[in-house]
């Protein structure tokens, strides 16, 4: 298909979507007043009935935890995916990409840039871990800890070599890490129905509102969704940067 | 003026795709596909604020209070994750494409042709 043909088929398309959009938005009521009962209802119960003080959290491991499960492992498959597509090799067929200056060498980081790293790798840690365990008291959970935690070795990866990323974060503990967490959720779940509730059921005592013990089983289930993310965002990093090297290496 | 993010949440699907349809490099084509998502979060947001009413974190407000809409935003963390990951599955794509072919043009790339 030629450019010009395929603008002109955009165009027509584009067209009818927009329609479709004001069909459906010009029902909609002004947005800022949109009602919702559902959300209405969740603020209200879950300090009483959960203890929990993030309404956002209670939604994502509580009242609706099945789904945060399934989203779980969207991400597990998608790094699963990201790995096996890296380390597929094949011959490859050289283009206009090939190297013209082959005796140029990368320079080393600068002295700012590793300073300001290994300034920030503590830091980062603890901001992590305050983020994991601090859930379902205030914004922050799992997912977002675990991404703040998988900067640390990038972090590391930045003021170093790769060497030394991969002395931090060894390839087996790394995927072992990110099988765990995605365990952990499951297991949290099973442990739920052996004590004679549903699935995933907030069976444990609720503790004290605004501790960080609060909420049941929502502090645990981020922990394990914490180690999972952590784990799989930086298998992930793994996957490309071996693939970097490698180039560097041929 | 209240109807300004249904608008741009429209405009920011079409006008990535519009990035997709004629994208010249397969990362940018990526980019796109997060330009598409991104208009899904800020038609969340829509969703879900409530003019006046602060946000559900009960830990320095009285419990009960009126908030905004706690499940659309839990939806949209959802949205995030999922983004992050389709963008690494399609980088990763991005990267053997480029390493059989020689090439991240979607133009030349003769065997995806149709």
């Not at chain 1, 492992?73 to 790995?83: A, H």
């Not at chain 1, 129905?193 to 995933?200: I, K, R, V």
Request: aromatic share 8%; glycine share 10%.
């Amino acid at each position: 298909m030629t450019k010009a043909a395929r603008k002109i088929l955009f165009l027509i398309s584009a067209l009818l979507l927009a329609c479709v959009f004001w069909l459906g938005y010009s029902q909609m009521p002004p947005a800022g007043f949109v009602p919702s009962t559902y959300g209405d209802r969740v603020n209200q119960i879950v300090v009483p009935q959960r203890h929990i003080t993030d309404a956002v959290t209670a939604v994502n491991f509580d009242i609706r935890g099945f789904d945060t499960l399934g989203e779980e492992f969207i991400l597990f498959t998608s790094v699963m995916g990201v790995v096996l597509l890296m380390r597929w090799r094949k011959e490859p067929i050289r283009g206009d990409h090939e190297d013209k200056a082959e005796d140029r060498r990368v320079p080393p980081p600068s002295d700012a840039v590793r300073v300001a790293s290994v300034l920030l790798v503590p830091a980062t840690v603890l901001f992590g871990v305050y983020m994991v365990t601090h859930g379902q008291l205030t914004p922050g959970g799992g997912f977002q800890g675990g991404v703040i935690l998988a900067t640390a070795p990038l972090l590391l990866y930045l003021a170093g070599t790769f060497g030394q990323f991969h002395q931090v974060a060894p390839l087996r503990m790394v995927a072992f890490a990110e099988a765990a967490g995605a365990a952990t959720y499951i297991f949290i779940g099973g442990a739920c129905l052996a004590l004679g509730g549903s699935f995933l059921q907030n069976l444990l005592p609720l503790g004290q509102i605004g501790s960080l013990t609060s909420g049941g089983i929502v502090p645990l289930i981020d922990l394990g969704v914490g180690l999972e993310v952590c784990g799989g965002i930086v298998l992930a990093l793994l996957a490309f940067l071996e693939e970097l090297v490698e180039e560097k290496e041929e | 003026m209240n109807f300004l993010p249904y608008l741009v949440s429209a405009w920011l699907f079409l006008i990535g795709l519009y990035g997709v349809v004629t994208s010249r490099n397969l990362v940018h084509l990526c980019i796109c596909v997060g330009v598409i998502q991104s208009s899904s979060y800020v038609l969340l947001l829509a969703i879900g604020y409530r003019i006046g009413r602060p946000a559900p974190i009960f830990i320095d407000i009285k419990p009960g209070t009126p908030a905004v809409d706690p499940v659309v935003q839990a939806l949209m963390l959802t949205d995030i994750v999922v983004e992050v990951t389709v963008m690494a599955l399609l980088l990763a794509l991005a990267v053997q494409i480029h390493k059989r072919n020689g090439t991240l043009d979607p133009n030349q790339l003769h065997a995806i042709k149709g």
